[in-house]
């Protein structure tokens, strides 16, 4: 992986309001630091630039890795994943109590592949929405 230099973090990081560009899990409720994902992977000449990067919790950019998209599940059509550089979050999901509802091709095969929705994951919005902490404001798209 490139070096990304602490000024791009940064970038990044307030871009997205301390928040997954994905699942919109709040920096301020991990554990663990949030990282600098290259929406196209390197391995697919993603190049190291606030354009192709996005702050991912771990859990998404471990499950999502280097893939650029699967098959849709309604369609069998191979969709690339949600671009949070190119689209508004709210177009392609919407949230249910603590899930996190797929409205569109791009949002089911990111829900599916990033794994939004397993107990454990729903469970910790759903503690952080009964104090307040989720869902977390929506950061503008650049």
């Known amino acids: 992986m490139s070096y990304v230099s602490a000024t791009l973090r940064r970038l990044v ?3 997205a309001a301390q928040q997954c ?8 409720a991990s554990l663990f630091a949030f990282e600098m994902e290259h929406i196209i992977a390197e391995k697919h000449d993603g190049i190291t630039e606030a354009e192709n990067l996005a ?8 499950f999502k890795g280097t893939d650029l998209g699967s098959i849709d599940p309604e369609t069998q059509q191979l969709t690339p994943f949600f671009n949070p550089r190119l689209q508004n979050w709210s177009d392609h999901f919407e ?5 996190i509802v797929p409205l569109t091709p791009e949002g089911r095969v990111t829900a599916k592949i990033l794994q939004f929705n397993l107990p454990e994951r729903i469970l910790e919005r759903e503690q952080l929405m009964a104090i307040g ?3 977390p404001p929506t950061p503008e798209r650049t």
């Open 13 to 15: 990081t307030q871009r």
């Open 21 to 28: 560009e994905y699942c919109r899990f709040p920096q301020s």
């Open 55 to 62: 702050l991912s919790c771990p859990c998404c950019n471990r």
């Open 95 to 99: 949230l249910e109590v603590g899930t």
């Open 133 to 135: 902490q989720y869902p």
